[in-house]
């Protein structure tokens, strides 16, 4: 059944894409948006059709898109606005140098053209991201946009575009260590006024998601989570991205169903076009899909997603999602399972592909190397990685990407926390391991993840277990278990500590979830073995 509904979808998209373009009667397919504009007539239903594909985040489309809208209207000035909106990835990853050009020379042209006055305050609130990028990093720049848009969405109230769009900027602009999540919840509110007046608006169901996509506020996206892929249903992206919320909720099935749709359908798509490379939004569906498999001892499945990974010889575009996905997949295999050996086997991927831009996925190839070579009493091998972990981390310091930095240091930390326990050294190694979970706690994960390739406080119950502190570990896997619900691993931890503390109650409760997670597990974990013995006692 299962197989026939990813089936159906791929074959949605399939059926909507005639000739590298949308087809013309996709009527709903993409959900329904409304924004008027001053270009001629024969343009404008195709320009509302880009900016449903842009709130989609369906990039390389809304391009098609938008161009072919200057085509049919050259003076139409939103058309070369939705060009540049199109070469920006707000939540993604900056733009490459060729596409600031892009989106420059776009509005450079647009700012020639005559339109309204709204129009011409859209033109101006983008270019404050794309002039003076020899002057300004990213981030100040969107932030520039972002505070344009809020002037913009004031100046014109009754214009809901704007105000989504800024919404979209807040989202953008959220820094990753703010746990009041502002700017996400000011981003809710206006959502949700406009998905109350328009219900089948894409980009409203689509950012409501990521302004909720994280632990503390996931259940409130739940209603968007489950009509966005009906709203979008040939959109790739809107049919993996409610998935975000079944992560953080710990809704298992319903991940995978929607990330199977999604990478099935995006394969669909590459192959329409004849390609054969692996596109990153099918790349970014299978890490969640993955993942899901992973909670539910299905590791089979997630075996078949590690090999189809390792057979791709190109991903376009070659960006952080994909780049993720690649180095995540397999080091999860590994890490889930704790299977240590396959662990410190691993290598990068043998894609070709511009490691060089992203430091640190060759960090999480590094880490998992480090835990398994630890943990197999290869302790050089592991103090290599870890070195090698302190350079990738200086690299992202450099390059002024703290994120990604502190994201490597907390790796550095863990990996060095178990060579210490391997010399011996509990302490050091509880120190080392409790600093890097609380660097961890600092920051929420980045929009492209599912989650942390392995929870660092989630490694520090497994630690504080072996050393015999059940008590403490348990409350590290329960404290993992807020923020990451129905995890398969900290599930398994904590019935073990309950059991090893005595608690014989709590063990059962733990337990018994871990078995009802994995009712269609396709292998048998020795934990989950474990865990249907003492329920039978």
């Known amino acids: 059944m299962k197989g026939a509904v990813a089936l159906s979808v791929a074959t949605l998209v399939t059926g909507l894409w005639a000739g590298g373009a949308l087809a013309h009667d996709e009527a709903g397919a993409l959900g329904q948006v409304r924004f008027p504009t001053s270009c001629a007539a024969p343009a404008q239903p ?3 059709r880009g900016i449903a ?12 898109t938008f161009t072919s809208v200057t085509a049919t209207d050259p003076d139409c000035a939103m058309g070369y606005w939705g060009i540049a909106m199109s070469v920006y990835y707000p939540l993604w990853q900056p733009p490459s ?27 101006a609130a983008l270019a404050t991201f794309y002039h003076d990028t020899d002057k300004l990093d990213h981030r100040t720049r969107a932030v520039a946009y972002e505070k344009a848009m809020e002037q913009l969405a004031a100046r014109y109230p009754e214009d809901r575009e704007a105000s989504v769009f800024y919404a979209l900027a807040l989202d953008a602009t959220a820094p990753p260590t ?43 996206s739940l209603t968007a989570a489950r009509s966005y892929s009906k709203l979008a249903p040939a959109v790739p992206h809107a049919l993996h991205m409610p998935s975000h919320i079944f992560t953080r909720l710990g809704l298992w099935q319903e991940s995978i169903d929607s990330n199977l749709a999604s990478a099935d359908a995006g394969k669909a798509y590459v192959a329409k076009q004849g390609g054969t490379h692996a596109w990153d939004q099918s790349l970014h569906a299978q890490d969640y899909l993955a993942y899901g498999y992973l909670q539910t001892g299905r590791d089979v499945a997630a075996r ?14 070659e960006s952080l999602a994909a780049a993720y996905a690649l180095v995540a997949v397999p080091a999860r ?25 992203y430091p640190w996925a060759e960090a999480i190839i590094a880490y998992t190397h480090s835990l398994g070579a630890a ?19 200086d690299t992202l310091i450099q390059a002024k990407n703290k994120y990604w930095a502190d994201q490597v240091e907390v790796q550095r930390r863990a990996a060095a926390a178990f060579i210490a326990h391997a010399k011996g050294n509990k302490t050091e190694a509880l120190t080392l391991l409790r600093s890097a979970a609380d660097l961890e706690g600092t920051m929420d994960k980045h929009p492209v993840t599912p989650a942390a390739v392995v929870p660092t406080r989630e490694l520090l119950g497994d630690l504080l277990l072996e050393l015999n502190k059940p008590a403490d570990a348990l409350r590290e896997f329960e404290s993992t278990l807020v923020e990451e619900p129905n995890r398969f691993r900290s599930l398994y931890g904590a019935g073990r500590a309950a059991e090893r503390a005595g608690d014989a109650s709590r063990a059962r409760t733990f337990y018994t979830s871990l078995v009802n997670l994995c009712s269609n597990a396709d292998s048998v974990r020795p934990e989950l073995r474990e865990a249907k013995m003492f329920l039978t006692k």
């Open 304 to 317: 078949r997603v590690v090999e189809e990974l390792a057979e791709y010889k190109k991903a376009e575009p």
């Open 178 to 220: 703010d746990k009041t999540y502002a700017n996400q919840l000011k981003a809710a509110a206006i959502l949700e006024k406009v998905f109350a007046e328009q219900p089948n608006h894409p980009g409203v169901a689509h950012y409501i998601i990521h302004s909720y996509d994280a632990a503390p506020l996931a259940t409130r």
């Open 97 to 123: 140098e060729a596409m600031l050009t892009k989106g420059r020379t776009a509005l450079d042209r647009a700012a020639t053209l005559t339109a309204t006055p709204r129009e011409k305050d859209y033109v």
């Open 333 to 357: 295999y590994a890490l889930e399972r704790r299977l240590w050996n396959e662990a410190a086997a691993l290598a990068m991927p043998a894609i070709t592909f511009p490691w060089a831009r």
């Open 375 to 393: 943990r197999t009493g290869n302790v050089a091998a592991a103090e290599k990685d870890v070195e090698r972990l302190a350079g990738l981390r």
């Open 46 to 48: 195709v320009f509302e």
């Open 53 to 64: 594909l842009l709130h989609s985040f369906w990039y390389e489309e809304a391009l098609k």
